[in-house]
C-alpha cells in the first residue's frame, strides 16, 4: 500500500507558476503527476524514477519540471508559464511492484 497526498493547488493568472508537492508513505520506483481536465482522458504531466530518468508529456516540456526527494519521499511539480488549457485536477502518482497507486488529486484552474 502507497498512500500519496497532493498539495499547492489553487487559482493562478495566465503566465503565472504554481507548485505542488506530493508526500508518499513509502518511496516508488517511480512517481510523478497526471491530469484529468473536464471531458478529457487523464493524461501524463511528468513522472521520474528513483534514480533520475524523467518523462514529460508534450503539452508541458520546457515549462513544467519535476523533481524528486527520495530521503523525503517527495515529489514535486514546478509549473511556470501557465495556461488556462492547464486547467484540471491534478494526481499524484506512484508505481511500483507493477501496481499503481494515485492520490485524491488537487485543482489547478488558471484565469486571466
Known amino acids: 500500500q502507497i498512500n500519496l497526498v497532493e498539495t499547492g493547488g489553487g487559482l493562478v493568472q495566465i503566465g503565472g507558476s504554481l507548485r505542488l508537492s506530493c508526500a508518499a508513505s513509502?518511496?516508488?520506483?517511480?512517481m510523478g503527476w497526471y491530469r484529468q481536465a473536464p471531458k478529457k482522458e487523464r493524461e501524463l504531466v511528468a513522472t521520474?524514477?528513483?534514480?533520475?530518468?524523467?518523462n514529460y508529456g508534450d503539452s508541458v516540456k520546457g515549462r513544467f519540471t519535476i523533481s524528486r526527494d527520495n530521503d523525503k519521499e517527495m515529489v514535486y511539480l514546478q509549473m511556470n508559464s501557465l495556461k488556462p488549457e492547464d486547467t484540471a485536477v491534478y494526481y499524484c502518482?506512484?508505481?511500483?511492484?507493477?501496481?499503481?497507486?494515485w492520490g485524491q488529486g488537487t485543482q489547478v484552474t488558471v484565469s486571466s
Open positions: 513509502r518511496n516508488p520506483f517511480k
Open positions: 521520474m524514477t528513483v534514480d533520475g530518468t524523467i
Open positions: 502518482y506512484a508505481h511500483h511492484l507493477w501496481r499503481d497507486w
